[in-house]
């Protein structure tokens, strides 16, 4: 009955004060919009670290100063404290309503959003509620064990003993208990379905397509997603109905996780695969990063191969079954070395061909797969010096070369469409228009940066923890809401849980980047010939598919 009353007695002032605001704060609008389950898990988890940062500090209150005021005004103060926290709430709710509805038109979204508020309120509360009642048996857990060291060593030795032990199982508890168990389950789950193959997916029947006949690699070692790039090449036919001129057959390479033993053997087959296929005598031969489940954009790939006229040659490879954002936690090192292994291994090939007849080398990624790319160079003097242009998309803020661009941007250019040494070799763009910018020079090679003002996965970093982002001071670029605010804590699980919602709004908004992609890679590669108005009809080709 004592354990029963320690656990769920009256809730800490300063912990539920801290608990309501944090809460309500992250009901204000973030980057994009959310779904009413997101938004009740956050608000409980923004809650449970407001009660814990006003619980800590109103333990170190009373410890600081021990006035304790009489019974009745603590009774005032809560009565006060209940009300206010309660209209504060519903005030929050109602203008979160009202947020939500004006977000969702400019992303083409449902409005009907009536249901949202109880609905969080509801999640919000029951999430709240349980993680607290287990923060104060664990707590609970604690106290009894420093009573029981009290009988052997001396008051504060037990403390600092019972303190320490109590963080470590709980660390150990959450690091190999909750998230290695997490990551294992999640890696067991995605090599299942890797081994699945997508709806109206079939083996080429192409021999300059992987798995395909003659190929070095087999259809069920490419996994689900090289299945569907292998798959997914543009058609001779497709092509010239296009071009209006004969069309070649578009080369495309990827070697899976289950085909070999290591990054290096991978792209060692690769590359045996590329000089099967001819690839290294075609006009131009594209590095492509992968996501975590080996995923490339098909925009990025179709583009080049409808540019050319099927006379591309394409390459990647996977290395992770997992979905991006847990392979950005636990697989980033991996996604550098398999990259540059890709990469060296190219590029080693290609310089043993006569300078006049090597095809253009670029590189290009999406998400985690630029990440991958960016690791396999120093730095943009580098890039340039080893590569014929490189095009990245929706680049994560942890890419080392996007972030040194990004922080050594020219004054007065903002962080969200940054321009770095005068545009003479890289380039940021939302929209085509801002390729132009600024005028001056832009020699070749290139380096083309596509990322959305409202991307989450470009703007997401653990600094939004304790540090007021760039990218919401000064001019906001257009698709940030300008009644977004930041709060410490809060707008870090605000923007880790837009990306949960980053794919499911227009291309424009989010890490949808869809036919702006086509103005990226005419900027980096465009062969002879080609015209703005190629540009026009490709882009309009691929915004009605």
């Known amino acids: 009955m004592d354990s029963g009353r320690v656990v769920w007695r009256r809730l800490g002032f300063g912990g539920t004060l801290l608990a309501t605001l944090f809460a309500c704060a992250s009901l204000t609008p973030s980057l994009l919009p959310r779904t009413w389950l997101y938004q009740g898990v956050m608000g409980a988890v923004t809650g449970i670290l407001g009660y814990a940062v006003g619980a800590s500090a109103g333990a170190l209150g009373r410890a600081l100063i021990p006035y304790r005021p009489p019974r009745r005004w603590r009774r005032i103060a809560w009565r006060v404290l209940i009300g206010g926290c309660l209209a504060l709430a519903a005030v929050a709710l109602w203008y979160s309503y009202d947020w939500q509805r004006d977000l969702r038109p400019l992303m083409g979204?449902?409005?009907?959003?009536?249901?949202?508020?109880?609905?969080?309120?509801?999640?919000?509360?029951?999430?709240?509620?349980?993680?607290?009642?287990?923060?104060?048996?664990v707590r609970l857990g604690g106290r009894k064990l420093i009573t029981w060291l009290d009988r052997f060593v001396p008051v504060l030795v037990g403390q600092t003993v019972g303190v320490f032990v109590i963080g470590f199982?709980?660390?150990?508890?959450?690091?190999?208990?909750?998230?290695?168990?997490?990551?294992?389950r999640m890696?067991?789950?995605?090599?299942?379905?890797n081994e699945g193959t997508h709806p109206g997916v079939r083996r080429p029947a192409s021999a300059n397509l992987a798995g395909g006949p003659g190929s070095l690699v087999t259809w069920e070692s490419l996994g689900r997603e090289g299945r569907r790039f292998a798959a997914g090449a543009a058609t001779p036919a497709r092509l010239a109905a296009f071009s209006g001129r004969p069309a070649a057959e578009p080369i495309r390479v990827y070697v899976g996780l289950d085909s070999t033993t290591s990054p290096q053997a991978q792209a060692a087959l690769a590359v045996r695969e590329l000089e099967r296929t001819g690839a290294f005598g075609r006009p131009v031969l594209a590095v492509l990063g992968t996501t975590g489940t080996g995923w490339v954009d098909q925009h990025i790939a179709d583009t080049l191969e409808y540019m050319?006229?099927?006379?591309?040659?394409?390459?990647?490879?996977?290395?992770?079954?997992?979905?991006?954002?847990?392979?950005?936690?636990?697989?980033?090192?991996?996604?550098?070395?398999t990259g540059r292994a890709l990469f060296e291994a190219v590029r080693a090939r290609w310089e043993r061909l006569p300078p006049?007849?090597?095809?253009?080398?670029?590189?290009?990624?999406?998400?985690?797969?630029?990440?991958?790319?960016?690791?396999?160079?120093?730095?943009?003097?580098?890039?340039?010096?080893?590569?014929?242009?490189a095009m990245f998309v929706g680049p994560p803020n942890a890419n080392p070369i996007w972030h040194h661009l990004t922080t050594a941007r020219e004054p007065g250019s903002p962080v969200w469409r940054p321009v770095y040494d005068g545009g003479r070799t890289a380039r940021f763009a939302q929209h085509p228009g801002d390729l132009s910018r600024p005028p001056g020079p832009w020699p070749h090679p290139r380096v083309v940066y596509l990322q959305n003002d409202s991307d989450p996965v470009v703007w997401w970093t653990p600094d939004l923890i304790y540090r007021r982002p760039a990218w919401l001071e000064g001019v906001r670029g257009p698709g940030v809401n300008p009644q977004m605010n930041w709060f410490p804590l809060v707008t870090f699980w605000q923007v880790l849980v837009d990306m949960t919602a980053a794919l499911s709004v227009p291309p424009g908004h989010g890490h949808r980047y869809g036919a702006n992609i086509v103005d990226g890679w005419a900027a980096v590669a465009a062969p002879p010939g080609w015209s703005a108005a190629d540009t026009g009809r490709l882009r309009a080709l691929f915004s009605g598919s």
């Open 109 to 137: 979204m449902d409005t009907r959003i009536t249901w949202f508020p109880p609905l969080i309120l509801a999640v919000t509360v029951l999430l709240f509620t349980t993680s607290l009642a287990i923060s104060r048996l």
């Open 169 to 184: 199982l709980v660390a150990v508890f959450a690091n190999d208990v909750l998230f290695s168990g997490f990551v294992a």
């Open 308 to 337: 050319y006229n099927g006379r591309s040659a394409l390459v990647a490879l996977q290395y992770s079954y997992l979905p991006s954002w847990v392979s950005f936690l636990v697989d980033r090192d991996k996604a550098a070395a």
């Open 356 to 389: 006049a007849g090597r095809p253009l080398l670029l590189l290009s990624g999406e998400s985690l797969g630029s990440y991958e790319l960016e690791q396999a160079v120093r730095d943009l003097d580098d890039l340039v010096a080893r590569a014929d242009g």
């Open 187 to 193: 890696s067991d789950v995605s090599s299942v379905t």
